[in-house]
């Protein structure tokens, strides 16, 4: 079976420990290709499996697959297939934002010409182009974030791995990330982000696993994880804003419209609003923690 047509990713009994803690308690998970993002309360092991799964640090026992090899056996193939981008940027700072995806390209083979056009690309794709050969030590924070995955990117990876890729950002550097990652799977590069966010895995994973205790406790769209939460509901206000009255509802546009309806009868100036659970109750509810 080659990558282009084998599962995303596969763990059979992944497990690790370190110093007799044992982290990651016999993991199994199959992904297809798509946005991925694995949440998890601090020092649950999120960082730990990307690790592995990048092949920079081997599991205790198990099996790791990433696009169809082994993360051991396969290790030099599969680097060059793969690419990380830490929790801090990696990039040099004594170099320009165009001289460190220079470097980096030539690392990965391509020709000069090559490498150029595609530093190019990335450096105007991620609003870099003015900032193009400034050093990077006088880049912002989020600049310096952006400028690491696009480095990240220069190799073409089929599968790039993004540890919290937004942490310390403010909102609006956050929001030109998702784009981003967004453009990524819509270019058919496939994303697997751990996150403490949850706003970002609700916009941008198509699957989301929740990783605690060492175990992939839950797994499944942001939809399906809410529903182990509870329905929808539709919800009564006072002219105050408080919530006068609950009534559940399975959340389609014809139960919904059944209840309104109802409730416009016997109340026409009543003040309502669908709610449907979060993934912070989620969180809670799996972890018995609040989200970061």
């Known amino acids: ?107 990965f083979g391509p020709s000069r010409r090559d490498t150029a056009a595609r530093s190019a690309d990335l450096l105007d794709r991620f609003d870099l182009a003015a900032a193009a050969g400034r050093r990077v030590s006088d880049y912002s924070g989020g600049m310096r974030r952006k400028l690491d995955i696009a480095v990240g990117l220069i190799g073409r990876p089929s599968l790039i791995f993004l540890d919290e890729p937004t942490t310390g950002l403010d909102t609006r550097s956050r929001q030109t990330l998702w784009d981003e990652i967004n453009a990524l799977a819509g270019d058919g590069t496939s994303v697997f982000l751990t996150t403490q966010y949850l706003e970002e895995a609700d916009v941008l994973a198509d699957r989301i696993m929740v990783l605690h205790g060492g175990r992939i406790v839950a797994a499944g769209t942001a939809s399906q994880l809410k529903e182990r939460v509870g329905g929808s509901t539709i919800q009564l206000h006072d002219g105050q804003g408080k919530v006068t009255r609950e009534i559940a509802t399975r959340g389609s546009a014809l139960d919904v419209s059944r209840h309104l309806a109802a409730l416009a009868a016997e109340r026409p100036d009543a003040q309502v609003t669908v709610r449907r659970p979060t993934l912070d109750e989620v969180f809670l509810q799996l972890t018995g923690k609040k989200a970061a």
């Open 1 to 107: 079976m080659s990558y282009t047509d084998a599962p995303l990713i596969e763990l059979h009994g992944v497990a690790k420990g370190f110093g007799g803690n044992e982290v990651l308690k016999g993991l199994d998970l199959t992904l297809p290709p798509g946005i991925h993002a694995l949440l998890g309360p601090n020092g649950a092991g999120k960082t730990t499996l990307v690790n592995i799964l990048s092949t920079l640090t081997p599991a205790d026992s198990g099996t790791a697959r990433v696009l169809g090899l082994d993360v051991r056996r396969d290790r030099k193939r599969l680097q060059g297939l793969i690419s990380l981008t830490g929790q801090y940027a990696a990039v040099d700072e004594r170099l320009t934002g165009a001289e460190n995806l220079h470097m980096m390209g030539r690392l």
